[in-house]
Nanobody, 126 residues
Framework: QVRLEESGGGTVQAGGSLRLSCVVS????????MGWLRQAPGKEREEVAQ????????YYLDSVRGRFTISRNSAEEKLYLQMNNLKPEDTAVYYC???????????????????RGRGTQVTVSS
């Protein structure tokens, strides 16, 4: 069992920044792959970014590449998402997710992650 808890969401104006954090607990072993997912109203949940156990970012959604940065501190069991130059279309509930297996090459479907947190709301106003 892996427990994930997100924090750092909020409301910002377009062009602003937020940093999401996720704490991993109750994990017998460090997840092989971790990522951030998001779900906007009326849309499917999608993968935003993923990072390997070694801390290498292995995927970014095209629309966030260059604006978002995922990072991982495996020793402290923490995951981060630095979001800069936020846009109204980034408004969504953001979820921290963990996968026991290692990251594949490329995108993972949201339901291929084994565990997910409860989510934190990010709202970007225009």
């Amino acid at each position: 069992q892996v427990r994930l808890e997100e924090s750092g969401g909020g409301t910002v104006q377009a062009g602003g920044s937020l940093r999401l954090s996720c704490v991993v607990s109750e994990s017998a072993a460090s997840p092989g792959c971790m990522g951030w997912l998001r779900q906007a109203p009326g849309k499917e949940r999608e993968e935003v970014a993923q990072v390997s156990s070694g801390g290498r970012a292995s995927y970014y959604l095209d629309s966030v590449r260059g604006r978002f940065t995922i990072s991982r501190n495996s020793a402290e069991e923490k995951l981060y998402l630095q979001m800069n130059n936020l846009k109204p279309e980034d408004t969504a509930v953001y979820y921290c997710a963990a996968r026991l297996l290692s990251c594949p090459v490329g995108k993972i479907r949201a339901n291929e992650y084994d565990y997910r947190g409860r989510g934190t709301q990010v709202t970007v106003s225009s």
